[in-house]
């Protein structure tokens, strides 16, 4: 057997997004625009649930603050290191910064595709045991499922992790894409069984939920229930939709791949406030008392 040679790799030279030459100026300002929304987005949502007692009783507030959490923590995985690298004119990555890049990539995306479980087990209970709901979501069922999403998620990615970065890499230190997701055998791991396992319990839990609706006898019944789940149903499309797409036609991944780190990374965190915002008469008022608040500021605490 003939000998390889392992060159100790220090760095990674990111290509970004290709057919963009020219275009850093036009990107940099695309992309700071949407990573500065999502970021006030996902900050409005959060303080006007902390704020409104109201909003503590529904569960699904609940969860939907952890999910403003890591919808901005998503989003902060590449789109700074993209945006320094377009303002430096840099396309190089440290390895210490591609292991941050591909541990909070795998830690955030299995929390959210579990969080998106377990809120779909809520709607379940809600529109299915409606009278036994605040007995089976308790808060302290809700807090062990929203921790069992993040410690879970946290081993997975730190096992998934040190593997990687453990083996000797003798491969090229170029990365097609504009973050470091290169590591192909952990990515089947981490985005194709974890997703599908989730996927099919959220599907599971809509097929009983269907069931359920279709047995109320009003249609104002059937439409207040269908609405109930319609601000998940969006996020969940939003979250599986674009993966789907690469997972399903292989003739097609390799031209998909980077609209769809795109769209996941940087447009999904942006809409998934506005999503729960315009469908969500609790938060749309909360929002309002919050903005009140604000405004009445400077009138209460003058300098």
Not at 3 to 17: A, D, K, P
Not at 137 to 145: G, I, K
Request: hydrophobic residues 50%.
């Amino acid at each position: 057997m003939g000998r390889v040679n392992h060159t100790m790799v220090t760095h990674f030279i990111l290509l970004g997004i290709p057919n963009t030459d020219g275009l850093q100026t036009s990107l940099f300002v695309t992309f700071l625009a949407f990573f500065f929304c999502t970021l006030l987005g996902n900050l409005l949502i959060f303080s006007a649930i902390l704020a409104d007692a109201r909003l503590h009783t529904p569960r699904l507030c609940f969860f939907l603050s952890n999910l403003s959490i890591i919808d901005p923590g998503f989003s902060s995985i590449s789109t700074p290191k993209f945006l320094a690298n377009l303002w430096a004119k840099s396309r190089t990555i440290s390895l210490g910064g591609c292991m941050f890049q591909v541990f909070f990539w795998h830690f955030l995306g299995s929390t959210k595709c579990l969080l998106c479980t377990v809120m779909a087990y809520d709607r379940y209970v809600t529109i299915c045991h409606p009278l036994r709901y605040q007995l089976i979501m308790n808060r302290r069922v809700c807090a062990f499922l929203a921790a069992g999403t993040w410690i879970a998620s946290y081993f997975c990615a730190t096992i998934l992790t040190s593997l990687t970065f453990k083996l000797p890499y003798c491969g090229s230190n170029v990365v097609e894409y504009f973050f470091c997701n290169i590591f192909q055998v952990v990515n089947f791991t981490n985005i194709g069984m974890v997703p599908t396992a989730c996927f099919l319990l959220i599907l599971t839990s809509y097929i009983r939920i269907v069931y359920s609706v279709l047995k109320i006898n009003s249609a104002e019944g059937q439409r207040k229930a269908a609405s109930t789940c319609a601000s998940h149903l969006a996020v969940v499309t939003l979250f599986f939709g674009p993966c789907t797409l690469v997972y399903t036609q292989p003739q097609l991944s390799k031209m998909l791949v980077t609209p769809v780190q795109i769209f996941s990374n940087v447009v999904t965190p942006m809409l998934n406030p506005a999503i729960y915002t315009l469908r969500n008469k609790e938060v749309k008022a909360a929002l309002r008392k919050l903005r009140g608040v604000k405004l009445l500021l400077p009138i209460l605490a003058p300098e």
